[in-house]
């Protein structure tokens, strides 16, 4: 197929695709199992195409949000396995490489090539929207921290080898203060991890299980007792990233348009189609101008970016749904079935549509803060 009308770093990552997703096809199938998703990891890593988004001097492509768009649209295309790695290479990393020591930032490599894959304990039972009220404390001595508490919803937590981990460590101090990242290997004894299973039958989430868990000083990220600031980093990144996954939005919308299958079905659903696509096209693009314009990084428009982009994916999967219909009923749509069983929590990841309202009131509207 021509790739002229594609960037030059799309076009090159679709000729990677065509070579490693069908060579990972013929190995593992259609499995979402974790070997197989790390593999894909691995063979991206080994492609240099790991984190293409970073920057060139860490290891990446130094991707513009124009280009990170394109490829986005490119896996989508070539229909490549799920990317288990992003809360790596996407959140964690980026924390690391701003506020990282010249140590920590070897994770970055292994985070890239595959070697290492992280997930993020931030959620407790009763600390998700009010994160800032987290109870897991850990005892601070010379030596380093020693971690009591639990953790919730931790995406990947299953098979993780790494956790970017908040923690209470001044318990006298007001409770946006007193709170630190601690970067903490899996295997660290006295963690252990409970799979809690969806509705789509995976388990993509766990709990997390802290019972004196022991790292030592340099597991701290960021100054001791500013693991919020460190976290609100994160949770930018997080936020503005899901403008890259929008492109895959677009991309699938796009294939759903041109489908057989949208030919068949009423002019109504065709004008749904239409308007689904309109809106994604819309978010891909503001989006992009927001981001480029924004000097001081993605915290002002990533709420907003974050809450359009949940409403579209619920939007898109109930339109997917209704176009196939009776397949879906009958359980042969599986990709469809699977949309629709998990878009909605699009809405509640990396926080909730209310509180993405709220920032948005309090910060773009600069209406009264909610009392807290
Ligand atoms: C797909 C997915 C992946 C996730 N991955 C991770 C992960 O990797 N690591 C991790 O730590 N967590 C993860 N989470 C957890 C997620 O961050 C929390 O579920 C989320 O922050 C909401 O917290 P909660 O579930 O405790 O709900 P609550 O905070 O208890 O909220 C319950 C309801 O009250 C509403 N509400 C709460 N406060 C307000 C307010 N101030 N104003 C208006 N309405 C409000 C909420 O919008 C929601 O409807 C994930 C969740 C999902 C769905």
């Given amino acids: 197929m021509s790739t002229d009308a594609l960037s030059p770093a799309a076009a090159e990552l679709r000729t990677v695709l065509e070579r490693i997703v069908p060579a990972h096809r013929a190995k593992w199938g259609d499995s979402n199992g974790w070997e197989a998703l790390t593999d894909f990891q691995r063979q991206l890593g080994a492609a240099g195409w790991g984190a293409s988004a970073w920057p060139v001097e860490l290891g990446g492509k130094g991707l513009d949000v124009n280009d990170q768009l394109a490829c986005d649209v490119e896996f989508a295309r ?90 209470r460590t001044d318990p006298d101090a007001p409770k946006h203060k007193g709170i630190s990242a601690l970067l903490v290997p899996m295997d660290t004894p006295g963690l252990t991890r409970r799979a809690i299973k969806q509705i789509n039958g995976e388990a993509e989430f766990a709990e997390l299980f802290l019972d004196n868990v022991f790292v030592p000083r340099t597991a701290l990220l960021g100054p001791l007792h500013e693991g919020w600031r460190v976290t609100m980093t994160t949770l930018g990144f997080e936020r503005a990233g899901v403008l890259t996954i929008a492109g895959s939005l677009v991309g699938k919308v796009k294939a759903l348009m041109h489908s057989e299958r949208l030919a068949g079905v009423s002019p109504t659903l065709r004008d749904r189609a239409m308007h689904t696509y309109s809106k994604a096209l819309i978010l891909e693009w503001m989006g992009k101008r927001a981001l480029a314009e924004t000097a001081d990084g993605p915290g002002a428009v990533s709420s907003l970016i974050k809450l359009v982009w949940s409403q579209l994916s619920v939007e898109y999967a109930e339109l997917h749904a209704d176009v196939v219909g009776l397949g879906l009923i009958a359980g042969l749509e599986a990709d469809a079935q699977n949309e629709l069983l998990s878009s909605r929590a699009a809405k509640i990841a990396g926080g909730t549509s209310e509180v993405m309202k709220n920032l948005i009131g309090e910060r773009n509207l600069g209406l009264p803060r909610e009392p807290r």
Avoid at 136 to 151: C, L, R
């Fill in 78 to 167: 070539a229909g490549a396995p799920r990317r288990v790695a992003v809360y790596g290479t996407n959140n964690v990393a980026p924390t690391i490489a701003a506020v990282g020591t010249p140590e920590q930032k070897h994770h970055l490599r292994a985070i890239m090539m595959g070697d290492e894959f992280w997930c993020q304990g931030f959620s407790e039972p009763d600390a998700g929207s009010d994160l800032a009220g987290l109870r897991t404390k850990a005892d601070v001595t010379d030596d380093g921290f020693t971690i009591n508490g639990q953790k919730v919803w931790t995406s990947i937590g299953l098979n993780a080898t790494h956790c970017m981990l908040l923690c």
